[in-house]
């Protein structure tokens, strides 16, 4: 079985060991990368608003709300003063309103693409949640301006958040990517998504959907797994 060295370029969110690795969509030192960039509001949508770490481990894909194929770690959580040191780290400014951090790792099979075998996909989920979107919106700015971008190759995964940035990462001269990330914002909450080796845009998009919707079911009292 191949698998991916993943490794991170921007400073990581720890959590533990690490809230995230591999902030870069998953990155390798020194690949033939290709990003791709997407930024645009949608609106506020009833600004959904996370309260406290309980409804932050909800809104975190669990191992029963994951699509077919997919298997979930258990998620991990930090607040208080932890949380806020690796936002700040993350985005470069004080994450003023940042009450809990969580993340989630989901592992996959994909066949490999060139005949080899399977290999495996990864899908990493950070959730920052905030007490006002509008806290919420300076921290999602600062962190979507250190992502890579390239306006002529956009990723614009339609998930149904307040604003997105994301892109897509290529390597080895080939035009599929084999890496994305996203970092939507959903009233006071901030998720950041990297993937890699996915089946492609679809399931990326997928992935990206059902973190957004999660947290917005949470957020108006509704079960996540319903």
Do not use: Y
């Not at 990517?177 to 492609?200: D, F, K, M, Q």
């Amino acid at each position: 079985m191949r698998k991916p060295n993943v490794s991170g370029r921007l400073p990581v969110i720890v959590l533990g060991v690490t809230l995230m690795t591999g902030l870069t969509a998953c990155g390798d030192e020194g690949d033939d990368a290709g990003p791709g960039w997407a930024a645009g509001a949608r609106g506020k949508a009833g600004a959904p608003v996370l309260d406290g770490a309980e409804q932050v481990a909800q809104a975190l894909p669990s191992r029963v709300g994951v699509p077919e194929g997919w298997s979930a770690h258990t998620p991990r959580l930090l607040d208080g003063f932890e949380s806020a040191a690796a936002c700040q780290e993350e985005a470069g400014t004080v994450c003023v309103g940042l009450h809990t951090a969580g993340r989630v790792k989901l592992v996959g099979e994909r066949p490999d693409p060139d005949g080899e075998g399977t290999e495996t996909a990864f899908a990493r989920f950070a959730v920052l949640a905030f007490d006002t979107p509008e806290n919420a919106a300076v921290a999602h700015k600062m962190i979507a301006a250190a992502l890579p971008r390239n306006a002529e190759d956009p990723v614009k995964p339609d998930a149904g958040a307040d604003e997105t940035a994301a892109f897509a990462e290529t390597k080895d001269g080939k035009s599929t990517p084999w890496a994305w990330e996203a970092v939507p914002r959903v009233g006071g909450t901030v998720v950041r998504i990297e993937c890699s080796n996915l089946a492609g845009d679809a399931e990326f998009e997928k992935l990206t959907k059902l973190q957004v919707e999660r947290v917005r079911k949470v957020a108006a009292g509704e079960h996540p797994d319903a």
